[in-house]
């Protein structure tokens, strides 16, 4: 070939191959779809059209007789080379090259028993650490067997790529341990799964006639099934591999099929008994478990003589059994079995010998079944069914004759009624209540999921009925998206957030009660004359012209603005999201409203004052710049979401909801301890901005727009209380997560983003999600913030929650967060707890969504750092040497 062939690539994705110097012809030509390519003499590396750009390669027809050119020539060659006996890969970057054999591979029928199997052609991964004629020899066998053959040149790409192809056999380098350690690369491989039924080779070094050959048994000991001493011949590669094919690889072939048997005998409604020749049992199916009443554990492994037997049968019975299994007849006839629970069932039963090792009889397989002649066998499978509804047969009844005349939503009243027309009156009520109910236009949508799961389980298995009670046993619980707590004795820290932050406190009995100190002013005539935006001092300017990046110092602009950041923030953020305009509102109306609301913060909270504010303020806009959340949102949502993350925590007394309920304050009893900090937020927010003209900025806007706009930051609000916290996660993952991850891997969808969130932008369900989701992220983004930012949000929440205990135990409340003690707190233990329990789930929902890297990537290394100083036993904020800069 005296050209280089080309690579073209189709509109449809679809890649050709051609040797240029033969374009003329249709036969050099390859066309790859995705799936496996049909090869007219190109020899292209890959297995499937999405992987092709980086490790698409192209071979002559011939193999070579001899080593091939060192990997150099590789890059040289740039990807197309006029050499016709070296395999070049086109990606010098790339870990893996795949090849597609330019033999024709055909599949192979194997026979195990009566079962006729087809075998597909085998795949084989090498792992080597350069390529040499040893590589190039396999490369060039796998090619002749017609093999699929995969060549890894990093430990880690090797298990990457057996996890994604799960190769038959693998070859793996055991000469040199420079450049990796064959034996961890193969124990690394065997942990996983796949590992059992694949053949792992190790290529070792050739030794002179003089050395003596070493033992293969630390090789076997490191998950090795055999050795190839060194030779490149292509002939002697090839010979090796087809010999492992027609031994181990076709036997592990043969036992994989057996999966297939077992799973039919799982779901057999036949009871499957085997044994050993000496009558221990190997195996039970669930049938045959539901028939005895035992489990699976309590038999395996235990001989028949050991289990209890019936007094009903003959004495002889089962001597003559034994006769004639001993001498490989099969057996049946009656039978009668005692179960678990004492009662004795008649069994027709059906024992066939097996032979084995040796030609001699190693199992004995028995199918049972009820003998249906017995009324008592007739209630061995429906009895643990019925004894949930033997308290309520009406009940049942009722359920039966629903799953058989129900409409669309209801039952059949008629049907019901008359069923009952020769009972008492009472029991002929209550049918008829029973039905009424069912028929009731206004039944909810969980209603209908229950009644459809309750008919369901009419004719279902036991086991299937077992299982939706165990559903319906949850979906009758009021939180179905909080997750079960269990005891957390051996982490306090978590234990202690969960109680502080998503409980609502223990009612105390006392006259206590808990006070704010601050008095709340409404009146805003102290408050100066607003200047324009364009008066910002210069030193604020400069700071906010950084405004835009997730690493701002809010802590820098709390410093210039004397603790009022978010006066200045707000200017900045409202005017780039366009918020004067869509509230048809003067920037000096805007500028009194910021005033109001950061005068209300408590400058005296550590950590709940308007720095807070500022800091979630900006965390929204940040996810508002996102594209995907950009084009899922309208500017009503954007508004809505500037303006709560504004509000938020306005007038926050710096004490959870928990001390709240405990102390009997004023806010916990007007808000019935639900919600209490999030309602007085939103309600004080409202009232704040309308009492004065000069900072109402709904004053200009319609009736119908105010009330959604009011509604979506109310909502915005509330889902910062973090009670609800798992329900909102849960929601956004099931609701948003799955179903763009379907889309974007679905082979009908381009997965464009603009696609993904027109869909959305058709649910508002959803934008309600995606808003509740961003504020929630915003709220608590200390632990993604940069690690300084991190440390100082760590210490001043801390430090909240230290003056909460301190009060608490002032004033003989309950102590709600004990781990919180200024003495004893181990704060880097209290931040790993926070991000483990609440943060790194959310945060994987919401990248997932909004794609954020330098968030992630600011979270991996806090969450380090902290879990450095919690292993060094620090519970200070930072080492005492550290010096970060």
């Known amino acids: 070939m005296g050209c280089a062939p080309s690579i073209h690539v189709s509109h449809s994705g679809v890649i050709y191959c051609r040797d240029s110097e033969e374009s003329n012809s249709p036969h050099q030509t390859t066309t790859i779809s995705q799936g496996t390519a049909t090869l007219h003499g190109l020899f292209v590396k890959t297995d499937a059209a999405d992987s092709i750009p980086s490790v698409l390669a192209y071979q002559s027809r011939q193999p070579p007789p001899s080593a091939a050119p060192r990997r150099k020539e590789r890059r040289e060659s740039g990807g197309a080379s006029t050499r016709s006996r070296t395999p070049h890969c086109c990606s010098v970057e790339a870990e893996t090259q795949t090849s597609s054999s330019s033999v024709k591979a055909s599949t192979t029928e194997v026979q195990v028993g009566p079962m006729r199997l087809t075998q597909y052609p085998i795949q084989v991964l090498l792992v ?20 699929r053959c995969n060549i890894a040149w990093t430990p880690e790409s090797a298990l ?24 961890d690369i193969c124990r690394s491989i065997r942990a996983v799964e796949p590992s059992e039924h694949a053949v792992i080779l190790a290529v070792v070094p050739h030794i002179s006639a003089d050395q003596e050959e070493t033992s293969v048994l630390p090789l076997l000991d490191a998950g090795f099934d055999r050795q190839f001493m060194e030779n490149s011949s292509v002939t002697a590669c090839y010979n090796e591999l087809v010999q492992i094919e027609h031994g181990e690889v076709r036997s592990h072939f043969k036992l994989r099929a057996c999966n297939a048997v077992f799973t039919a005998l799982d779901h057999c409604q036949e009871a499957v008994e085997i044994t050993s020749e000496d009558h221990v049992i190997q195996y039970v199916n669930p049938a045959f478990e539901r028939m005895m009443g035992y489990r699976k554990g309590e038999l395996i492994g235990k001989e028949l003589t050991e289990l ?28 009668y079995a005692k179960r678990k629970s004492g009662d004795s069932i008649q069994q027709h039963v059906k024992i066939t010998p097996v032979i084995g090792q040796g030609g001699k009889i190693r199992h004995f397989v028995s199918l049972k079944r009820l003998h249906c002649t017995n009324e008592n066998n007739k209630q061995v499978y429906k009895s643990h069914h019925e004894e949930k509804y033997t308290g309520d047969n009406s009940q049942s009844e009722s359920n039966s004759y629903k ?242 993350a504004t509000i938020h925590d306005v007038d926050h007394p710096g004490r959870t909801n928990s001390f709240l309920c405990n102390a009997g304050s004023e806010l916990a009893v007007l808000y019935n301890d639900t919600a209490v900090l999030e309602s007085h937020h939103t309600a004080l927010a409202f009232q704040l901005t ?8 709904f004053k200009n806007i319609d009736r119908n727009r105010y009330r959604t706009l009011r509604q979506a930051i109310i909502d915005m609000v509330l889902a910062t209380e973090m009670t609800k916290h798992f329900e909102h996660v849960n929601k956004f993952v099931n609701s948003i997560n799955k179903p763009m991850a379907c889309e974007e891997t679905s082979p009908h969808s381009e997965g464009s983003d603009t696609e993904c969130t027109a869909n959305i932008k058709n649910f508002p ?9 961003m504020i929630k992220c915003a709220d608590v983004a200390n632990p993604c913030r940069p690690l300084e930012l991190c440390i100082e949000w760590a210490g001043r929440i801390s430090e909240e929650y230290f003056a909460q205990t301190d009060e608490e135990k002032r004033q003989g409340l309950p102590v709600v967060m004990p781990v919180f003690d200024r003495n004893t707190c181990s704060i880097p233990k209290s931040q790993i707890s926070f991000i483990d329990y609440f943060i790194t789930d959310m945060f994987d929902a919401w990248d997932a ?12 290394n806090n969450y380090k750092h902290w879990k450095t100083l919690d292993d060094l036993k620090c519970k200070s904020l930072r080492l005492p040497s550290e010096n970060i800069n």
Not at 128 to 147: I, P, V
Request: include cysteine; hydrophobic fraction near 35%.
């Open 403 to 644: 799953c058989k005349n129900r409409r669309k939503d209801s039952v059949d009243v008629k049907s019901i009624t008359s069923q009952s027309s020769d009972a008492p009156s009472l029991q002929t009520r209550r049918y008829s209540s029973m039905a009424r109910i069912h028929s009731m236009t206004i039944e909810a949508p969980i209603t209908k999921v229950i009644n459809i799961i309750n008919a369901a389980q009419e004719n279902s298995p036991i086991t299937v009925a077992e299982a939706l009670d165990r559903v319906l046993e949850i979906l009758r619980t009021t939180e179905l998206y909080s997750p079960q707590l269990g005891t957390k004795d051996e982490d306090p820290h978590t234990s202690d957030l969960v109680g502080g932050l998503m409980t609502d406190g223990l009612r105390r009995l006392s006259g206590n009660e808990y006070v704010f100190s601050k008095n709340m002013n409404l009146s805003h005539s102290h408050l100066p004359v607003p200047n324009t935006i364009n008066d910002v001092p210069p030193c604020i300017a400069q700071l906010l012209d950084n405004e835009e990046s997730w690493d701002f110092n809010i802590f820098e602009l709390e410093a210039v603005t004397n603790k009022r950041p978010l006066v200045y923030l707000g200017l900045k953020v409202f005017a780039r999201f366009g918020v004067s305009e869509f509230l048809n509102c003067s920037e000096v109306t805007l500028r009194a409203w910021l005033q109001v609301i950061e005068a209300n913060y408590h400058s005296s909270n550590s950590y709940h004052n308007s720095t807070h504010a500022a800091d979630v303020l900006h965390a929204t806009a940040f996810f508002l710049g996102k594209e995907r959340v950009k084009g899922s949102l309208d500017h009503l949502d954007e508004v809505a979401a500037l303006i709560a």
């Open 690 to 697: 309308t009492k004065d003209s000069k900072c109402n900025i």
């Open 128 to 147: 080597f650490a350069k390529e040499d004629n040893q590589s190039n020899g396999f490369w060039w066998a796998c090619d002749r067997a017609g093999y």
């Open 765 to 773: 369900d959803n934008q309600t999600l995606i808003k509740r989701m």
């Open 160 to 183: 990457e790529c057996f996890l994604d192809k799960h190769q038959e056999i693998i070859v793996i380098d055991h000469r040199n341990s420079r450049y990796f350690d064959a034996e």
């Open 308 to 335: 209890p037997k019936s007094d009903k049968n003959c004495a002889d019975l089962l001597d003559n059994i034994n006769t004639f299994i001993k001498k490989g007849k099969e057996w049946q006839g009656v039978y």
């Open 849 to 860: 969504f909004a794609h954020l890297p330098v968030l992630m990537q600011h979270l991996a």
